[in-house]
């Protein structure tokens, strides 16, 4: 017979994987919810899930690319800019889902229990089918494009392309389980996350190629644990860039530590979250 | 029946008031600044900030703990039925909440042998976009269920809702009884060993709580374990063995569930009575008009607090209407006893005859007359509404006074009739053909 055992004090070192596991129904329901209801009575329903990435690499495309005429490494403006938000869009949309999971549920943990690290957990999954239809389209225009004769050249890396998303997830879950501990004491932290989103894209090589980074603010790049796959991730389809092993190690010791400490702190933080949000 | 099902040791659960509010980033920057320069911080922030405390606590200054549950021990045995009852505040719901484990406890721990279902809130979970078959699924897997649990049951849960026609429409558009019956369903067919419910059977309509209270008798019968904390007393008599009385947040008493809802409802009376009515503040209503006063006389024009069946009676309620204001047209006015189990047994109202009055600044006396009197012998609660036409409610007091019966001759024969049984007094003739 289970027992359940409630305690004052439990050890925020302690994470019960089981009890995860005993969840998975509930989990694999709320990630088809999440991509189903999303755009439910929406005269383009599904569409909007490619119209989103076109539209915003449009936009870039138009803005920098035409206006601003920044550099592209002298590849096609629309692949360039595609390239980095792909990962970029899974990367901030699994921080915005991880970050703002418990006070979006707050009326649900408070009527009833299950393992409060399951609806960040469903977020990374739920994005993981965002970023699925965002790559289809982004392969869609590199054929098109490398038919078409342009100057890209991808190379074998693209087999770390799995790697690479692995590694966004990590870091996306871990800066985003610590700002939603954060949020429960500080609701600051959920208005300043568009800007801290925003501000982190452009730390990354998302519109700017890292070589037009000026050597003053080079470890802007290197502390970053994103700019490396960015860029790594380009490299990989179109040949541009130049991927520097050392800012890919200390990206992604960043992004394990980050993962670690973040599910530490949310531990910590969920246990009594109720009480205080 | 070795181990206990629910064995509660000590528990405690506490939370901060008078805390200095560090809600934002800022307040924490300035409370560090403060703090740095060893300042006297209370002094320089003085922001105070707590919610869901009364005001009377409140007032207190510096660090001071609130304890919502203190030191609370108790075993429940597999089967048995508990109901737990206590005043708003006694810590109730605190208590629900640590053994479903939404909140951790202060101090002391809580063993649970056996799966355990929580039951706070109906529908929790519902999504307003998906349909009610999905969401059948969504709010069994939230609750714990497995979807192959849920699927060999999908059929019962159907029929029990009654709402098979609606099953593939999103549970936006269902009304709100439809959407209590559905979610109660899916709970209903939770079957854990341990069941924790809260007051969630105030929702619904009169006979589909009738069913939901049949379904907690059913899963009685099956030797469940059930933990139940609910107002309406006539359900915890009728369906808990046992109650736990909370009081401030400790264990008043523990025993029988007629003993202890006896000894709580004498209690809960005395405390009523302490306000006088000028001075109540638990009112509802929009306030435009206020009851003031209220007592009964008798023919004699003395004021009476204890009741004699069949004798005539005048009700009066004194209202207010602030001076400086209009008269108030159309205004209906009511009396309503309730019973020790909070049901209505008698009412007394203006416009089921018909009787609009105008309301003058200053005070009015509304006077309804009865003719003979026909309530049955026992303690009852006088409820005292003010309305004008068919929609504003002015003023409404719960519970405002306490009226007694005894004695009267009511049949002439001197006769009590059957208070326990019936609470209404009515006078038949009876023949016999053959």
């Known amino acids: ?277 | 029946m070795s181990n206990p099902a629910i064995s509660v040791r000590g528990l405690s659960k506490r939370y901060r008031l008078g805390e200095i509010s560090r809600h934002t980033l800022a307040d924490e920057l300035t409370y560090l600044c403060h703090k740095f320069r060893r300042r006297n911080v209370a002094e320089h922030m003085g922001k105070v900030a707590f919610t869901g405390v009364s005001p009377a606590l409140n007032q207190g200054h510096g660090n001071q703990d609130f304890w919502a549950l203190r030191d609370v021990s108790f075993d429940v045995q597999p089967g048995e039925i508990i109901g737990i009852v206590g005043g708003n505040g006694a810590g109730k719901s605190t208590l629900l909440k640590i053994l479903s484990r939404i909140t951790e406890p202060s101090e002391g721990e809580a063993f649970i042998t056996g799966r355990v279902g929580s039951l706070l809130e109906v529908g929790t979970g519902f999504h307003p976009e998906l349909t009610g078959r999905e969401n059948i699924f969504m709010n069994g897997t939230i609750m714990g269920m497995r979807i192959a649990d849920i699927r060999r049951r999908f059929d019962e849960i159907v029929a029990f809702s009654e709402i098979e026609q609606f099953l593939d429409t999103p549970v936006k558009r269902y009304s709100s009884g439809m959407y209590v019956r559905l979610a109660f369903a899916v709970a209903a067919h939770l079957d854990p060993e341990v069941l924790i419910v809260d007051e969630v059977l105030a929702v619904g309509d009169a006979a589909f709580q009738k069913k939901c209270l049949g379904k907690m008798g059913d899963v009685v019968r099956q030797g469940r374990t059930i933990l139940f904390v609910s107002h309406n007393m006539a359900a915890v008599e009728n369906l808990c063995t046992h109650a736990l009385w909370l009081e401030h947040g400790r264990v008043r008493m523990l025993g029988e569930t007629s003993e202890i809802v006896e000894h709580y409802l004498g209690s809960s009376q005395i405390t009523q009575q302490a306000d006088s009515i000028r001075n109540r503040k638990d009112r509802q209503g929009t306030g435009r008009a206020r009851i003031v006063d209220f007592y009964v006389t008798d023919e004699a024009g003395k004021r009476q607090n204890v009741l004699r069946p069949g004798n005539r009676y005048h009700f009066t309620l004194e209202c207010e209407l602030s001076a400086n204001s209009l008269s108030l047209q159309n205004v209906v006015a009511s009396v309503a006893l309730t019973d020790l189990r909070n049901e209505t047994v008698w009412l007394a109202h203006s416009k089921f005859t018909h009787e609009y009055q105008t309301l003058m600044p200053g005070v009015n006396r509304m006077t309804c007359t009865v003719n003979d009197f026909s309530v049955a012998e026992g303690v009852y609660n006088a409820t005292l509404s003010l309305g004008q036409g068919e929609v504003e409610t002015l003023d409404l007091i719960t519970n405002a006074a306490e009226i007694n019966i005894e004695g009267g001759n009511f049949f002439g024969t001197g006769s009590k009739g059957s208070p326990t049984l019936c609470k209404t007094l009515t006078r038949a003739t009876w023949s016999l053909t053959t």
């Open chain 1, 1 to 277: 017979m289970q027992i359940t055992h409630i305690k004052a004090g439990q050890p925020w070192w302690i994470i019960n994987w089981r009890e995860l596991l005993d969840n998975r129904d509930l989990f694999w329901l709320t990630v088809q919810r999440d991509l189903t209801a999303i755009y439910k009575q929406s005269v383009l329903g599904p569409l909007w899930f490619v119209l989103q990435p076109v539209l915003t690499t449009v936009v870039f495309t138009v803005v920098f690319g035409n206006f601003a005429k920044t550099s592209t490494d002298g590849l096609p403006p629309f692949l360039f800019y595609m390239s980095g938000l792909v990962l970029w869009n899974y990367f901030q949309g699994v921080l915005n889902g991880v970050a703002s999971s418990l006070v979006s549920n707050a009326g649900i943990l408070r009527k009833v229990y299950f393992p409060r690290l399951l609806p960040p957990l469903t977020s990374v999954v739920t994005y993981l089918g965002h970023f699925l239809i965002n790559f289809i389209v982004f392969m869609g225009f590199f054929f098109y494009f490398y038919f078409k004769g342009s100057a890209i050249h991808p190379s074998w890396w693209i087999l770390l392309m799995p790697g690479l998303v692995l590694h966004c997830a990590c870091v996306g879950l871990g800066a985003g389980l610590w700002l939603s501990a954060m949020t429960i004491k500080y609701r600051d932290v959920s208005f300043a996350l568009p800007f801290l989103t925003q501000l982190w894209m452009y730390a990354s090589p998302v519109i700017l190629p890292a070589s037009a980074v000026s050597a003053k603010w080079k470890w802007v790049i290197a502390v970053n644990p994103m700019a490396g796959v960015i860029e790594l991730n380009r490299f990989a389809f179109l040949g541009s860039g130049s991927p520097d092993r050392t800012i890919l190690m200390v990206s992604f010791l960043v992004g394990i530590g980050l993962l670690i400490s973040g599910l530490f702190v949310f531990n910590r933080a969920q246990r009594t979250f109720v009480d205080t949000i």
